[in-house]
């Protein structure tokens, strides 16, 4: 019954594969980066998350509205 059938790999494959391959170079360049160089790729990360918390103080509050706070309900009979 099954000596015919066939595989044949469809689109989500091939994404999948370039995703792998992507990672897969992504992971080699990172283990290939030498101390000086990762610790400046920290500093980097800490710095930018600094920025973003000196943003946030920065801002006035804002209170955040309930989803349905100011709405009214329409209340209607069934007839």
């Known amino acids: 019954v099954f000596f015919s059938s066939e595989a044949d790999p469809s ?3 091939w994404l999948e594969l370039v995703g792998t391959l992507g990672l ?3 992971g ?3 283990a290939t980066l030498r ?4 610790r ?3 500093k980097r990360s800490e710095r930018a998350q ?3 918390t000196e ?3 920065a801002r006035p509050a804002v209170k955040r509205r309930s ?7 329409r209340r209607t009979r069934s007839r």
């Open 40 to 42: 400046m790729l920290g």
């Open 67 to 73: 989803a349905h706070e100011g709405r009214t309900r």
């Open 50 to 52: 600094a920025e973003t």
């Open 28 to 30: 080699a360049a990172l």
């Open 24 to 26: 897969a170079v992504s």
């Open 55 to 57: 943003d946030d103080a």
């Open 35 to 38: 101390p000086e160089q990762l």
């Open 11 to 13: 689109d989500g494959f």
